[in-house]
């Protein structure tokens, strides 16, 4: 079993940037890629950023990169999201999720543990 719990949302004006945070407990964090979703109201789940077990790859979503960086410190049991550039529509309740190495990371199906959720809300 592992626990994640995000941290580091709040409320930022366009242009802003903030950090996300999920720090794991339980099982060995480094057993596991990384990956954050988001949800905006009235949206399904999409994703958004994932890295894998050693941090050697790292894949994005296309309405992200190049303004989100996804990272982790295996020494801390935590993944990050540095959001930079951020815009209204990036406004989203964020979860960080694991997934059993090796899985494809883009699929919500490939995800074993989930966190609750921070909120992101970006004003114009």
């Known amino acids: 079993q592992v626990q994640l719990v995000e941290s580091g949302g709040g409320l930022v004006q366009a242009g802003g940037s903030l950090r996300l945070s999920c720090a794991a407990s339980g099982r060995t964090f480094s057993y596991y890629a990384m990956g954050w979703f988001r949800q905006a109201p009235g949206l399904e789940r999409e994703f958004v950023a994932a890295i894998t077990v050693s941090g050697s790859s790292t894949y994005y979503a296309d309405s992200v990169k190049g303004r989100f960086t996804i990272y982790r410190d295996n020494t801390r049991n935590t993944a990050y999201l540095q959001m930079n550039s951020l815009k209204p529509e990036d406004t989203a309740v964020y979860s960080c999720?694991?997934?059993?190495?090796?899985?494809?990371?883009?699929?919500?199906?490939?995800?074993?543990?989930w966190g609750q959720g921070t909120q992101v809300t970006v004003s114009s």
């Open positions: 999720a694991a997934a059993p190495g090796g899985s494809p990371l883009f699929l919500k199906i490939s995800y074993r543990y």
